[in-house]
């Protein structure tokens, strides 16, 4: 009798310090939880989405090539000193020095800032989709959140009814009022509940850790607050089409690359014609007297460009 009291001793000595150390973590090392509303996750997304940062950047390119096509090309230094016929190095020759500016044909720099105007909107129509996007996906993950996690709880509280349903049939079978047959059934119809809500479960974990890859917070607690936002759809075909025309993001994106496209190939087309190079310099002799003799000149010429 005195080994089974010291034996039950322990083992109450070790379930209590076992149970305080499971504790301990729950209440001293919660993980923080992150709070999101709709509006809040959306706005985090904007905020830390790379692709939706990489069009920004490619916003601020066309921008940055529109100014360069509205430029001139600088103006060229030359010096050039020609030696004059002798057996070693002499100071005696010919030396010629000015400035030179290519000038582009008519209607080249004017196509050119067309075209980067209309790469400018390109890159807008662009920057638009991506933010569509990221924000449908968002939202997406969002609802997918709640749905997992309100399915949830309705089979968690299903499988409550039917916990309290096994335990009154085992009362009623065991009072003779019901059959061995209704006692199993209702503990198979538990058992299938509660792997129902395993792997609902399951599918509300995986719902949170895609909305938390979207968020670009892998790994972290969340925890949201709102309701499904579930929108009809039109059920008219060309309702659907005249919208997708006039405000789908991929249509307009397409337009304005066709746009910039045409703006580009006239652009390249008048860059085939001839540049002209304007130059004003000054030519300087130096002849065996040591005298020097200076001429001004002046001169125009015609390149044809590279196509």
Not at 85 to 97: A, H, I, L
Not at 141 to 155: I, N, S, W, Y
Request: proline share 4%; net charge positive; charged share 25%.
């Amino acid at each position: 009798m005195r080994s089974i009291m010291i034996g039950s001793a322990l083992l109450l000595g070790c379930l209590a310090p076992a149970h305080a150390i499971a504790a301990d973590p729950v209440t001293a090392g919660e993980r923080s939880v992150m709070v999101f509303t709709r509006e809040q996750a959306v706005t985090h997304a904007l905020a830390n989405n790379p692709e939706l940062l990489a069009a920004k950047q490619r916003v601020k390119a066309s921008r940055a090539r529109r100014l360069q096509a509205d430029g001139f090309e600088s103006p060229t230094a030359f010096w050039e000193f020609e030696e004059a016929d002798g057996g070693g190095p002499s100071r005696f020759g010919n030396q010629v020095y000015g400035v030179e500016q290519s000038v582009e044909w008519f209607g080249v720099r004017r196509a050119r800032k067309q075209a980067a105007d209309l790469g400018i909107n390109a890159a807008d129509a662009e920057l638009e989709r991506v933010r569509l996007r990221v924000t449908a996906q968002t939202q997406k993950a969002f609802d997918r959140t709640l749905l997992a996690d309100q399915t949830v709880e309705l089979v968690r509280q299903v499988t409550g009814f039917m916990t309290e349903a096994v335990e009154l049939s085992r009362v009623r079978f065991k009072s003779g009022t019901g059959s061995y047959v209704d006692l199993l059934r209702t503990r198979i119809a538990h058992q299938r509940l509660q792997t129902e809500l395993r792997e609902v479960e399951v599918a509300a974990w995986e719902a949170q850790r895609r909305l938390a890859v979207v968020l670009g917070l892998e790994g972290a607690a969340l925890s949201l607050r709102g309701e499904l936002d579930v929108q009809p759809l039109p059920q008219d075909r060309k309702l659907w089409l005249s919208q997708i025309e006039k405000h789908g993001p991929t249509f307009v994106l397409l337009k304005r690359r066709a746009e910039q496209a045409d703006k580009v190939y006239a652009a390249v087309r008048h860059g085939r014609a001839p540049e002209l190079t304007l130059g004003v310099g000054r030519q300087r002799l130096f002849d065996g007297a040591k005298r020097t003799r200076s001429m001004p000149r002046y001169g125009m010429a015609a390149r044809q460009s590279s196509p």
